[in-house]
């Protein structure tokens, strides 16, 4: 029944420094502004969890609704063609050797602080240590309206922000 | 810049056995499908952080957009009279002590199973021994098309989703 927190933000996360592999994640949150540090929720079944086991470091991309097939294709998909099919381009990232993915609208690059077992899922804990972002996107450091940011419903259904802001 | 990661969904957190509080948590995360395990990253500084600690539960209550209101007043206010001017009804949870709220479209009863302080905040991970859910927002345990489910953008500004499905 955890889709009664559904919707939720769809985030890619990238992992493995000598070869890149990506994997989607809706289970993903900040836990802290100073320093700023995230966690994410990460299945020992997937790939993206050895590889980070490993390397101790991962890059969370944010993807648009302009990039749902490379999506689809990270959060179902895998073998040696998964990459090649996401039509993606790996781009260095500024501090971790982990790469970011240029067509995302930001890049937070993270170093593993902490990792628990709970349930079926890791909780990887890590400090955001730099990042980069499209100033297309984010004005100010904060998302701007008009930008189809994503969001998972359930299997294969998204859907994104409407463009009105409310206030209280 | 952890607004990079926004906008993010908004949740309510009800805490507190004998007297209930309310505060809004964007900071929040499935862990864990089975069992069903969550986390919230609460500053010490909370009225919240206080409860939570001492009854080992708390209630995420889920808000949409008609609850706008009653949102900002628990994110923003704190004192006596807080709750009153929510103008929301706390109801009988099913199996904790801690209320949830009737105007809530989901009520998730969580006992709390780990904490551990990571930077400026706690996080607390829950697991989800009962729950209560309108059928109105949601068909088999999946949100509804339609509904209002609220997303923070920053500051005083939150958006809800649109109602086109995107399907890869």
Redesign the interface.
Known sequence: ?????????T?LIVSGKEEANVMTA????????????????ISPKRYTHKLIKECNEFV?A?PT?EM??A???AGTKSGVDKIRKMKITFIDSRTIETKSIKEAV?N?ECKV??E?D????T?F?GE?ID?T?NREA?ES???K?GIN?L?H??M???????K?????
Do not use: C, Q
């Open positions: 029944m955890y889709h009664l927190l559904y919707p939720l933000r985030f809706d289970w993903l949150t900040v836990i802290s502004h100073r320093p700023f540090i995230v966690g994410v929720a969370i944010v609704l749902l097939d999506v689809w294709i930001a937070l602080i902490d628990k709970y349930g079926d899922h909780f804990v955001v990042y972002y984010f450091g904060m998302p309206v940011f969001a419903i359930a294969n259904k998204f859907v994104t922000f409407e009105e802001i409310h206030m209280p």
